[in-house]
Nanobody, 124 residues
Framework: QVQLVESGGGLVQAGGSLRLSCAVSGRIFSNAHMGWFRQAPGKEREFVATITWSGGTTWYADPVKGRFTISRDKAKDTVYLQMNSLNPEDTAVYYC?????????????????WGQGTQVTVSS
């Protein structure tokens, strides 16, 4: 069993930055992918970024490439999402997730464990 707890959300002006954290507890499987997804009001949840727990290989959704950076600190069992140059379209609840499917690493159904989410609001 894996437990995930997100933190770091809040209100920020357009152009600003936030760093989200995801504290991971429980057994982290060796082939784990740690992902960030987001869900804006009235929209479906969408993939943002993912990283392999072991090697640190990353993938990003096109809307966040060049602005967001996913990383992990294995010593602290924490995954981060550094978000720069935020715009109002980034407003959403951000979820941390853990999964083990390489082929499904950018899809919701590739993740078995989810955090409760943290709200990010970007004002114009």
């Amino acid at each position: 069993q894996v437990q995930l707890v997100e933190s770091g959300g809040g209100l920020v002006q357009a152009g600003g930055s936030l760093r989200l954290s995801c504290a991971v507890s429980g057994r982290i499987f060796s082939n784990a992918h740690m992902g960030w997804f987001r869900q804006a009001p009235g929209k479906e949840r969408e993939f943002v970024a993912t990283i392999t727990w072991s090697g640190g290989t990353t993938w990003y959704a096109d809307p966040v490439k060049g602005r967001f950076t996913i990383s992990r600190d294995k010593a602290k069992d924490t995954v981060y999402l550094q978000m720069n140059s935020l715009n109002p379209e980034d407003t959403a609840v951000y979820y941390c997730a853990a999964g083990s499917s390489y082929s499904l690493r950018t899809r919701e159904d590739g993740y078995a464990y989810w955090g409760q989410g943290t709200q990010v609001t970007v004002s114009s």
